[in-house]
């Protein structure tokens, strides 16, 4: 929790009682079942199982951009679970809050370009007719401002001081509405692949 300091109007690190399991694992749920989803949609082996938890894919784009960002997943609940410990001191939050919370940051601009690349077979594309192209802008683009929180939510080590606590209260806030935009898109997209297409059928002969 971020508290201004009496007198100063310095942001410092206070941490939050009574964390929920249940708030610190929904991240990285949501996280496996996209890594699951790329998993599924992969070449299957002659032989294998259809259902297969981890596997190593280094050649397709898709599985490295759900690999990582699995990873940053667990770096957040890492950042968000010791966050919530109530005898954390201000200055333990600095290599057990803040630095997880900017691994995590950086795999997901990691993730999120990947994503990119592959949606748009480069880095650099113009379709605002795709539904998957607007879902991974958004999903950069709520990358780039979580990763603006991370470095304006530097905590010192030594005084237990934020950096800029309204602008990283910002930028979660903004990488936030990003990704809930990016997940609202995903119905249209599902639904867009099963609408059967619309023919005109062919003039009989007189």
């Given at each position: 929790?971020?508290?201004?300091?009496?007198?100063?109007?310095?942001a410092s690190y206070q941490?939050?009682?009574?964390?929920?399991?249940?708030?610190?694992?929904?991240?990285?749920?949501?996280?496996?079942?996209?890594?699951?989803?790329?998993?599924?949609?992969?070449?299957?082996?002659?032989?294998?199982?259809?259902?297969?938890?981890?596997?190593?894919?280094?050649?397709?784009?898709?599985?490295?951009?759900?690999?990582?960002?699995?990873?940053?997943?667990?770096?957040?609940?890492?950042?968000?679970?010791?966050?919530?410990?109530?005898?954390?001191?201000?200055?333990?939050?600095?290599?057990?809050?803040?630095r997880p919370d900017a691994?995590?940051?950086?795999?997901?601009?990691?993730?999120?370009?990947?994503?990119?690349?592959?949606?748009?077979?480069?880095?650099?594309?113009?379709?605002?007719r795709s539904w998957s192209?607007?879902?991974?802008?958004?999903?950069?683009?709520?990358?780039?401002?979580?990763?603006?929180?991370?470095?304006?939510?530097?905590?010192?080590?030594?005084?237990?001081?934020?950096?800029?606590?309204?602008?990283?209260?910002?930028?979660?806030?903004?990488?936030?509405?990003?990704?809930?935009?990016?997940?609202?898109?995903?119905?249209?997209?599902?639904?867009?692949?099963?609408?059967?297409?619309?023919?005109?059928?062919?003039?009989?002969?007189?």
């Amino acid at each position: 929790m971020l508290r201004n300091t009496p007198g100063t109007g310095a942001a410092s690190y206070q941490p939050t009682p009574n964390p929920s399991p249940l708030v610190v694992s929904r991240p990285s749920a949501a996280g496996f079942l996209t890594y699951r989803e790329a998993v599924e949609a992969g070449p299957q082996p002659p032989g294998t199982a259809r259902r297969r938890f981890f596997v190593y894919q280094p050649g397709r784009i898709d599985w490295w951009a759900t690999a990582v960002q699995q990873a940053g997943t667990v770096f957040f609940n890492v950042s968000t679970g010791v966050a919530l410990s109530a005898d954390l001191s201000a200055q333990a939050a600095h290599p057990h809050v803040w630095r997880p919370d900017a691994f995590g940051s950086v795999a997901f601009l990691v993730a999120s370009a990947l994503a990119w690349f592959e949606a748009c077979h480069g880095w650099a594309a113009w379709r605002p007719r795709s539904w998957s192209w607007w879902i991974t802008l958004l999903n950069l683009t709520g990358s780039v401002a979580f990763g603006v929180s991370a470095v304006a939510g530097y905590i010192s080590p030594d005084t237990g001081q934020l950096h800029n606590a309204e602008l990283s209260n910002l930028g979660t806030f903004i990488g936030a509405l990003c990704f809930l935009a990016g997940a609202l898109l995903l119905m249209p997209e599902r639904t867009e692949d099963t609408i059967p297409a619309v023919t005109t059928p062919a003039p009989s002969g007189t």
